[in-house]
């Protein structure tokens, strides 16, 4: 297929689930410069989203599926179809955090989080793959994490469901791998969003230490780089996936961590 450099998405239709702030939002900020019409989804302030992606000369709409409603997401990749006739990129990315020990993990944090950041991108592609396939072309870009390739004290949840992502991505490349969709995951080390703040702020809390001591705690302990990785270098990565240049990438997992899994 044939693409424009300067515009290589025009034309095309994304949706971007949790896109009203952090990786999600930097994502739909990436593809729409790149010239994609957006559905943007998620919790946050959709009004101030919305504008951000407008402001790029692009079409979008704020659908407010909750992620661990199958037949919300259902809704959702509709909404895509009926708003723009087609869905061509499908970027599963809402996800939620819960730290605590397996023996105090409350049952129902972890069945939310099994929900919203394991089994959404199921159903997701559930609803879209058919879309893709009859187009002849779909890209379908699944956020992990580092916690899809290694684990960490205190996040049995979100390691056992991003762990579940990067083998349900192989899967669904498998099954797409002769046709013209393919399916990729990126594998983010800490990135600075209201994710990972909420996460520094129970650190500076716990241990009584200023936001800056816990910031370096953090990032010390895990990633060499000593710096997060940003919202735009990850919509950049998501960008490339979507690019004929990716288009025999089939079940990737792609790190940006500053070298987080090297060690
Ligand atoms: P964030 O909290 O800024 O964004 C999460 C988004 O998901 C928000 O828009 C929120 O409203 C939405 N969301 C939450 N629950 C939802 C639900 N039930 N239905 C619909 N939307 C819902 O977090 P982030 O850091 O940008 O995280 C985005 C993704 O990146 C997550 O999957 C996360 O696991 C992954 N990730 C983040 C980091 C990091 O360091 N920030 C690292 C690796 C992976």
Redesign the pocket.
């Known amino acids: 297929m044939q693409q424009s450099p300067t515009l290589p998405l025009a034309g095309k239709t994304a949706v971007v689930?949790?896109?009203?702030?952090?990786?999600?939002?930097?994502i739909a900020t990436a593809l729409a410069q790149a010239g994609a019409n957006l559905v943007l989804?998620?919790?946050?302030d959709a009004q101030a989203?919305l504008a951000q992606i407008e402001a790029l000369g692009v079409q979008a709409v704020h659908h407010?599926?909750?992620?661990?409603?199958p037949d919300?997401i259902e809704a959702m990749t509709a909404c895509a179809v009926q708003r723009f006739g087609g869905l061509d990129i499908l970027v599963?990315?809402?996800?939620?955090?819960h730290v605590e020990s397996i023996e105090h993990f409350p049952p129902d944090r972890w069945d939310?989080i099994i929900?919203?950041?394991l089994s959404?991108t199921f159903h997701a592609m559930r609803f879209a793959l058919p879309i893709m396939r009859e187009a002849g072309w779909g890209r379908v870009i699944n956020?992990?994490?580092?916690?899809g390739l290694i684990g960490s004290v205190g996040k049995s949840a979100?390691v056992a469901?991003?762990h579940g992502?990067i083998g349900l991505t192989k899967v669904a490349a498998l099954e797409t791998a002769r046709s013209g969709v393919t399916v990729n995951a990126?594998?983010?080390?800490?990135?600075?969003?209201?994710?990972?703040q909420?996460q520094i702020d129970d650190l500076a809390r716990r241990e009584s230490i200023s936001n800056e001591a816990a910031t370096e705690r953090l990032l010390g302990e895990k990633q060499p780089s000593a710096r997060?990785?940003s919202?735009e270098q990850?919509g950049g990565v998501a960008v490339f996936l979507c690019s004929q240049a990716a288009s025999e990438m089939r079940g990737a997992e792609i790190k940006v961590?500053g070298g987080w899994v090297a060690q």
């Open positions: 689930t949790g896109s009203t702030s952090g990786i999600g939002l930097g989804n998620g919790f946050g989203a407010g599926a909750d992620m661990s409603r919300e599963n990315n809402a996800g939620i955090q939310q929900a919203v950041n959404a956020i992990a994490s580092v916690h979100y469901a991003k992502v990126i594998c983010p080390g800490w990135v600075l969003t209201p994710l990972v909420a997060f990785a919202v990850i961590d």
